[in-house]
């Protein structure tokens, strides 16, 4: 009998996610990660309620669970890199770093090195196993499909992971949950920061970066108003610019880091959120290898459509991708993924932008 260990996070999908490994006969046991501490007391940390679910799904499924503590990793490995990038103007994804660096690299070490065979988690994404090679797939609920956030996983931890849940759909888990009669069943899911919760997310960085205020300013030069610090704003982002008037909304389109400047512009088509190139650095491939030069579907945030393509490189580091149609508000510091049909083969950082 194959031994298993389920990261449990307290919520639905890691819950059925156990309980569909043991269906299968696996040895499971559970592992609450603990990777925040720095103010666990406060209303918006959710650690203490979470952790009690995970253990009572664990007390119904009748599975041993243990309480681990990563959060030195955690600043480590994913938490410092976050702010330094903040630091630098650009907007990171946490999710994907802490999925490669804790999640499959802090809590795989541990799982193996306490007897188990593989890790499991409540991920949505498929893997299939071709003439011994290990792909990584969108799931089947391409609603759920979190591919995006596992590119950065390499060949060995893709081939120690267990994704149970790539081939059902959200409501099919939660009423497995519900027939368990799982506390976890109608949980809310999380969309807070990985492992930080849900919390105001400028009020929550400015505990930890300098606030320098500066001008927002069109791409002519006007002044707008007053932004309250580089860091605390996204390409694309509408809301809390504080810019009234008649006609279209005002957004996030571009950072000028030497003077201190947010440049803001009118209309979600406006031309200058719109990007034909990029170039990626900080490459990563879920086989182990490049792809080959070609046409390929990207997709350059979460929740968006897959657009074509082509790729080329520039060196051995770098990437430059032209896209057949342009992509909205691609922001440095997020993250290009590379897909052939259903296929995940890994992505990269996005260094910069190119508009016409």
């Known amino acids: 009998m194959s031994n298993v260990v389920v990261g449990m996070s307290g919520g ?11 269906k299968e006969n696996y040895s499971v046991k559970g592992i609450f990660m603990q990777n925040w501490q720095e103010d666990d007391d406060e209303e918006y940390c959710s650690i203490k309620q979470d952790s009690l679910d995970a253990i009572t799904v664990a007390d119904i499924l009748g599975i041993d669970i243990d309480l681990v503590n990563f959060a030195q990793e955690y600043q480590e490995r994913v938490f410092k890199h976050f702010l330094q990038e903040y630091k630098l103007g650009r907007t990171p994804n946490p999710d994907i770093l802490c999925n490669s660096e804790i999640k499959f690299k802090a809590f ?3 799982a193996l090195s306490i ?14 196993v071709i003439d011994g090679v290990h792909y990584l797939k ?8 979190q591919s995006y956030f596992l590119y950065r996983l390499n060949p060995d931890q893709i081939r120690a992971s267990i994704f149970p849940l790539g081939n ?6 939660r009423q497995l949950a519900r027939d368990l009669t799982l506390p976890t069943a109608n949980k809310k899911d999380s969309t807070g920061i990985c492992f ?34 580089l860091s605390f704003y996204t390409l694309g982002q509408r809301k809390g610019l504080g810019i009234g008037g008649n006609g279209e909304p005002w957004y996030v389109a571009g950072k000028n880091i030497e003077e201190n400047q947010l440049i803001v512009v009118q209309g979600h088509n406006h031309p200058f959120l719109f990007s034909h190139e990029l170039i990626i650095d900080d490459l990563s491939f879920t086989l182990g290898m490049p792809p080959k030069e070609g046409i390929y579907q990207i997709k ?14 520039i060196d ?3 990437i430059r991708l032209v896209f057949k149609e342009p992509v909205w508000a691609a922001t440095p510091g997020q993250s290009a993924v590379i897909y052939q049909d259903d296929v995940c083969l890994g992505g990269g950082i996005i260094a910069s932008t190119l508009r016409y």
């Open 12 to 22: 639905v999908d890691s819950s059925v996610a156990a309980y569909l490994l043991q």
């Open 108 to 110: 795989l070490d541990h």
């Open 115 to 128: 007897g188990a065979d593989q890790i499991a988690t409540g991920h949505y994404v498929r893997k299939e």
């Open 138 to 145: 969108k799931a089947k609920d391409l609603n759920k499909d």
């Open 168 to 173: 059902i759909n959200k409501p099919e888990v």
């Open 196 to 229: 930080i919760g849900e919390r105001p997310f400028r009020e929550f960085l400015q505990k930890y970066l300098p606030t320098e205020k500066g001008l927002m300013v069109t791409l002519e030069g006007k002044t707008m108003g007053e932004h309250v610090g």
């Open 300 to 313: 350059v945030r979460y929740r968006m459509q897959d657009v074509e393509a082509e790729l080329t490189y």
């Open 316 to 318: 051995t580091e770098k």
